[in-house]
């Protein structure tokens, strides 16, 4: 007589979903029903529909490409947003190539503060642009007295593009950056053998291969640009589409079809351009042997060679620093107007700041708190729900969330009053009006980010260990909180971190949904300084609070992330 012993078959970590599960994929389906879809859907039902009738109708768009001022604004949002691009390549491409492909020193702290403009929302860049290039400017009164001549860096569109350029150019520095290093140096050896160097070599070899991060950055550059809100404004551009519709609603109201018919033409634009950038790259190989090794290494420059280096780095440098250098310098002038420089130095606007708007930093601590917290807990539920379960439909919830970045903030705010300004309170205050709603906005417009974050980090985790609790006997809520969270801990911190520091400047949404200073941001407490000449200095303080605050952030983000990295690599 023989025995037999055979092995029970492992027990599958995915299986279809508990009641636990299903349940938790139903809740994120209703937040996210209830805060991203129906706004974005009513702002959509809106300018599909007649006024008065309620019926179907595409008299709204044929109004607005009938106006005049409407399409000016399309088309000068569409050239602003080309021409940033355009003009944001031309500062990252000599950056981003040098610092890659040759032995240059220096090029690290080249590449950190070519990531410094995007810790300053642009708006609050502008007015300091503008005390710097304006038409009585610095640069402008310093070329006129000894040259003559001004030049218009700051005159209407001009302005925009500059301003614009200068912040969401690290955007394309980062992605061609590792884009260049990526690629298969032995490609660029093979070119050099059979003839090709120099531009030749980068136009027909180099830049062709590091085309996806290129084409990625600047398309994002584009959207950012095409959505933005408050530089215009600022700079007194009304004829672009972001400032047109949120001049219609606040002008004339929530029940004028021709804001939400702009808001669809902003979301529209937004997916055409993602989807224009990915049919580029489509039905090309870019794939090289080998990641960012073989061939070539950094090659060491000929000394004039390092002079036009080092004369092109330091003139974009200087560019891109100056709207923080203008900042800082209007945050301590007494009065600077038709003068290089301030006529003198004060720290009374700072005084000020502290004494009158501390509301301001209060609430955006909060707002920005309560907004990161959203964040991540539901970043973390879709990426466990993705990662981990079979439950149908789980990628939807992963899409859904995602696409909050394809809505630019005015279409938000807009969808948010439209949705929940006749929602009443027992008090009878409209639910729109309320500080809790903002904070919801802030959350859904920065989810992307820290869904993103947390995705990752749960990718990182092997599946095994989770087995091997529930093998000991713990219940899968108890595996998730003991195991799986604690070691998602870098992934979640750094998405909070980023929608924190991203939720902190938000000022699209912002502006469309505070209805008194008791409960204004930061975001929204700059706006209102810089409006006029006299709140441009404590404005510009409080600016600096708010870059101190988002580097901040980000510097505690990269500390959070790199550390994460090494505590994986030295547990594996």
Not at 37 to 64: C, H, M, Q, R
Not at 345 to 353: D, I, M, N, S
Request: glycine share 8%; hydrophobic share 55%; charged share 10%.
């Amino acid at each position: 007589m023989s025995l037999a012993f055979t092995q029970a078959p492992a027990r599958r970590w995915r299986v279809p979903g508990t009641t636990g599960q299903i349940a938790l994929a139903l809740g994120l389906a209703a937040f996210l029903l209830a805060f991203l879809l129906v706004p974005v859907g009513s702002v959509i039902y809106v300018a599909f529909t007649e006024k008065g009738s309620g019926d179907f109708t595409l008299i709204n768009f044929a109004d607005f490409f009938r106006t005049d001022l409407f399409m000016r604004s399309f088309w000068n949002s569409f050239y602003v947003s080309a021409m940033t691009v355009v003009l944001a390549s031309l500062f990252a491409l000599p950056l981003a190539y040098i610092t890659t492909r040759f032995e240059f020193r220096g090029a690290l702290i080249i590449q950190t503060l070519g990531f410094v403009p995007l810790i300053m929302p642009p708006f609050v860049g502008a007015v300091a642009m503008q005390l710097l290039f304006g038409r009585n400017g610095s640069v402008n009164l310093l070329l006129n007295e000894y040259l003559g001549f001004r030049i218009p860096f700051m005159e209407g569109l001009n302005g925009v593009i500059f301003v614009q350029a200068i912040h969401y150019f690290p955007f394309i520095l980062i992605n061609l950056s590792t884009a260049l290093r990526n690629i298969d140096r032995s490609m660029e050896e093979a070119a050099q053998n059979l003839g090709s160097s120099g531009m030749r070599m980068f136009r027909r070899i180099v830049l062709p291969l590091a085309m996806p991060g290129y084409v990625a950055g600047a398309s994002l550059v584009f959207v950012k640009v095409f959505d933005d809100l408050a530089t215009p404004l600022l700079l007194n551009v009304k004829d672009m589409l972001a400032p047109q519709a949120y001049l219609r609603v606040t002008s004339i109201g929530i029940a004028d079809p021709m804001g939400y018919v702009i808001a669809v033409v902003l979301i529209v634009v937004s997916v055409l351009a993602m989807w224009v950038s990915a049919l580029a790259l489509k039905g090309r190989d870019y794939a090289t042997s080998q990641r960012g090794g073989g061939g070539l290494a950094k090659r060491r420059m000929r000394p004039w060679e390092q002079v036009v280096a080092y004369g092109v780095v330091g003139l974009i440098l200087t560019l891109v620093l100056a709207p923080h250098i203008g900042l800082l310098l209007l945050s301590f002038a007494t009065i600077w107007s038709f003068s290089p420089l301030p006529d003198g130095f004060t720290l009374a606007h700072y005084g000020r700041v502290f004494g009158e708007s501390s509301t301001y930093i209060k609430n955006t601590l909060i707002y920005a708190s309560i907004a990161g917290g959203i964040d991540v807990v539901v970043g973390t539920a879709i990426a466990y729900l993705v990662l981990r379960t079979k439950l149908i439909g789980r990628h939807w919830l992963d899409w859904a969330a995602t696409a909050a970045l394809a809505v630019p903030g005015v279409v938000l705010g807009i969808g948010y009053l439209r949705t929940f300004y006749d929602i009443r309170m027992p008090d009878g205050t409209p639910l729109a009006t309320m500080w809790i709603v903002l904070v919801i906005a802030l959350a859904i417009r920065r989810l992307p980010y820290a869904l993103r974050a947390c995705y990752a980090a749960l990718q990182q985790i092997s599946v095994s260990l989770e087995e091997a609790a529930e093998n000991l006997g713990a219940t899968k809520p108890r595996t998730v909180r003991r195991i799986v969270v604690p070691l998602m801990m870098g992934g979640i911190l750094a998405g909070f971190v980023t929608s924190f520091a991203t939720a902190a400047v938000e000022l699209s949404a912002t502006l469309m949904l505070v209805q008194s200073n008791a409960d204004a941001p930061l975001a929204y407490g700059l706006y209102v300084f810089m409006q006029s000449a006299a709140g441009r200095g404590p404005g510009a303080a409080l600016g600096v609070i708010a870059v101190v605050l988002v580097a901040a952030c980000t510097l505690l983000s990269q500390y959070i992330i790199d550390r994460n990295q090494k505590t994986t690599g030295a547990a594996r």
